[in-house]
């Protein structure tokens, strides 16, 4: 409360100390320091936008990972839905976020992507690549209408199938998958406008600025590439890219 001299009235004991130095800090949270708690069940109270994350640069997937995990952490109940999740030779079939994420209450995830990546030299077959692609696009459909018959303003088991409805989706490397003309533009607008109100959906991938999207996300993210050591010939390595 301010005093009549502009003055601002101190709080009473320890506690009000605490926020009166935290106000004159300037510092958000009270000036309290972040603890961590157990993970139990909760509901988000603002959910409900589409996130889109693009570009040439490293860090798409990992970006959505880490809001993945944050919002795990809250108890809010987490899938990750992969297309196209392949990699070169020197990726390992064996990856650091699945074991993570194993780890994780609520979160979880499943790829369903061909091993490699379409266009590429690896042994893989493109047919085979688009008949997963198909196979993703009706997994990301089946898994909205799930959340749409969810009450996703209420706390979801966390230990619950994500046919059971989930509060984020993540479709990582969809938009890769249009970029490489395995799904079609209207494949992605179709899933965002069959997403219930609640559900907040993050999409990633493409090297192509997605332009069909700037009118249906909330938020578009561009990863821009200054710099990456593959251009150097540094192949992927474990625990940074898998």
């Known amino acids: 409360m301010d ?5 601002r009235e101190r709080g009473g004991g320890d506690d009000g100390d605490r926020r009166d130095r935290a106000w004159e800090r300037g510092t958000p949270g009270g000036g309290v320091t972040p603890e961590a708690r157990g993970i139990e069940a909760r509901a988000p109270e603002e959910f409900g936008l589409v996130q889109a994350w693009w570009g040439d ?6 970006a959505a990972l880490g809001m993945g ?3 795990a952490g809250h108890g809010f109940r987490v899938h990750m839905l992969q297309f196209m999740k392949g990699g070169a030779d020197s990726v390992e079939a064996v990856r650091g976020e699945y074991d993570a994420i194993a780890a994780v209450p609520g979160f979880s995830y499943e790829n369903t992507g061909h091993y490699g990546w379409h266009g590429f030299r690896d042994g893989s077959a493109d047919d085979d690549h688009a008949a997963k692609a ?3 696009l009706a997994r990301a459909r089946d898994l909205i209408d799930a959340a749409a018959d969810a009450d ?5 088991p966390l230990d619950g199938e994500a046919e059971d409805g989930v509060h984020l989706l993540i479709l990582d490397e969809v938009l890769y998958a249009v970029d490489k003309g395995l799904l079609e533009e ?3 607008l179709d899933l965002i406008e069959a997403k219930p109100p609640s559900l907040e ?7 192509a ?5 700037y009118e249906e996300a909330d938020l578009i993210t561009r990863v821009a590439k200054e710099k990456h050591p593959i251009d150097e010939g540094q192949r992927a390595r474990m625990g940074t890219e898998f």
């Open 186 to 188: 209207s494949d992605v």
């Open 201 to 207: 959906l993050v999409v990633t991938g493409s090297h």
């Open 3 to 7: 005093n009549a001299d502009g003055t």
């Open 209 to 213: 600025k997605p332009e069909y999207l």
């Open 69 to 71: 995990f944050r919002a």
């Open 152 to 156: 996703l303003d209420a706390p979801l």
């Open 134 to 136: 198909q196979g993703g």
């Open 57 to 62: 640069g490293k860090g798409k997937t990992t």
